[in-house]
T-cell receptor, first 113, second 112 residues
Framework: EAQVTQNPRYLITVTGKKLTVTCSQNMNHEYMSWYRQDPGLGLRQIYYSMNVEVTDKGDVPEGYKVSRKEKRNFPLILESPSPNQTSLYFC????????????FGSGTRLTVV | SQQGEEDPQALSIQEGENATMNCSYKTSINNLQWYRQNSGRGLVHLILIRSNEREKHSGRLRVTLDTSKKSSSLLITASRAADTASYFCVPYLTDSWGKFQFGAGTQVVVTP
């Protein structure tokens, strides 16, 4: 089944403890992206990647890192999480920058205390 | 802003009724896409309409596009409780390569 898989589904962590949210897709998509969703603010793009080793900042990149060493994987790294990064995170992938539409993962609900 | 703006913000209807929501955007588009999000779940791509199309159907969904008014509408016919979700329109801009922004969405509640 074609899908985008995020892990973990839920995560509670403490301020300052480095964490990684993984994202993997099995559709051979070139394009991958991370979003966060917060009440009243909608979905905001954090980072995106047009292909392997090519990444760029979205609208809210501060406090996050990404890497794209393989086509299928696009992990989101929080080097020193803070409570304002408590959010619902989504990974998405597509052909050709989303012109044909995105496939989204199921989301990761992160709580930083 | 590159995002679409959905209207109304919220819509409450009964099962069997039709639900209509609108989307406005500001610049030239390659296409316009509609997504659905059930509460707390991932977004699902519903339908895409190209800039040279005026209407498109998919099952109970009907999408229209008026590029002269920079607007689109999504009609869900014969609504079901399972249609309860937030709906987002995303204008895919001609030069937006990589940037893909979502608005606040229309929250639809379908009651039995």
């Amino acid at each position: 089944e074609a899908q985008v898989t995020q892990n973990p589904r839920y995560l509670i962590t403490v301020t300052g403890k480095k964490l990684t949210v993984t994202c993997s897709q099995n559709m051979n998509h070139e394009y991958m992206s991370w979003y966060r969703q917060d009440p009243g603010l909608g979905l905001r793009q954090i980072y995106y990647s047009m292909n392997v080793e090519v990444t760029d900042k979205g609208d809210v990149p501060e406090g996050y890192k990404v890497s794209r060493k393989e086509k299928r994987n696009f992990p989101l790294i929080l080097e020193s999480p803070s409570p304002n990064q408590t959010s619902l995170y989504f990974c998405a992938s597509s052909w050709t920058g989303g012109v044909q539409g995105y496939t989204f993962g199921s989301g990761t609900r992160l709580t930083v205390v | 802003s590159q995002q679409g703006e959905e209207d109304p913000q919220a819509l409450s209807i009964q099962e069997g009724e039709n639900a209509t929501m609108n989307c406005s955007y500001k610049t030239s588009i390659n296409n316009l896409q509609w997504y659905r999000q059930n509460s707390g779940r991932g977004l699902v791509h519903l339908i895409l309409i190209r800039s040279n199309e005026r209407e498109k159907h998919s099952g109970r969904l009907r999408v229209t596009l008026d590029t002269s008014k920079k607007s689109s509408s999504l009609l869900i016919t014969a609504s079901r409780a399972a249609d309860t979700a937030s709906y987002f329109c995303v204008p895919y801009l001609t030069d937006s390569w990589g940037k893909f922004q979502f608005g606040a969405g229309t929250q639809v509640v379908v009651t039995p």
